[in-house]
């Protein structure tokens, strides 16, 4: 049972351009939501988060959207760069354990 | 600042046999926790820690166990290896408190091969 779902195992983008990582999830209680960032043979990173009381949340150039009647949330990376591509996580929690999803791999080409 | 440190990095073991994944944090972090990242899955939780002497299991468990003897040391035991615990394992720790959100940090891995 996946409670935490991407659907996209991978997605190329050219440089300069919007970058989009959708996840959904099936949990209603989830109400805390993140992404990570996971380079080769390192541990994952901790990119940007949302809480369930938000609907949109930014850093830089990363933004994180929740659409809750819907349990869906995206990663939009603008502009997107070579040093982005990697693999994404999008991870749940309702408690104080993370659910994560498979993970997209981004590849950013020139 | 180390983070989360993870040993050993790498590590080839025969089918029966027995080891300890160690982890240890410096973050004064209450909560750690086991993942294991099979290839083109995502993260499993085997077992979490919420504190020093106690512990409790994940999403798969089975074949493995822990302990959490200090706040700093989570130490992950296989003790019959099985092809099937051939897996990338990584320690993470987090203060714990919702209202900091759940942010765990990860340690960089340890790759574990089941011949």
């Known amino acids: 049972d996946q409670q935490v779902k991407q659907n996209s195992p991978s997605l190329s983008v050219q440089e300069g351009r919007i970058s989009i990582l959708n996840c959904d999830y099936t949990n209603s209680m989830f109400d805390y939501f993140l992404w990570y960032k996971k380079y080769p043979a390192e541990g994952p990173t901790f990119l940007i988060s949302i809480s369930s009381i938000k609907d949109k949340n930014e850093d830089g150039r990363f933004t994180v959207f929740l659409n809750k009647s819907a349990k869906h949330l995206s990663l939009h990376i603008v502009p997107s760069q070579p040093g982005d591509s990697a693999v994404y996580f999008c991870?749940?929690?309702?408690?104080?354990?993370?659910?994560f999803g498979t993970g997209t791999r981004l590849q950013v080409f020139p | 600042n180390a983070g989360v440190t993870q040993t050993p990095k790498f590590r080839i073991l025969k089918i029966g046999q027995s080891m300890t994944l160690q982890c240890t944090q410096d973050?004064?972090?209450?909560?750690m926790y086991w993942y294991r990242q099979d290839p083109g899955m995502g993260l499993k939780l085997i077992y979490y820690s919420v504190g020093a002497g106690i512990t409790d299991k994940g999403e798969v468990p089975n074949g493995y166990n822990v302990s959490r003897s200090t706040t700093e040391d989570f130490p992950l035991r296989l003790e019959l290896a099985a092809p099937s615990q051939t897996s990338v394992y990584f320690c993470a720790s987090s203060y714990g408190d919702r209202g900091l959100g759940n942010t765990i940090y990860f340690g960089e891995g340890s790759w574990l091969t089941v011949v």
């Open positions: 991870a749940a929690s309702a408690t104080d354990k993370l659910i």
């Open positions: 973050m004064n972090h209450n909560y």
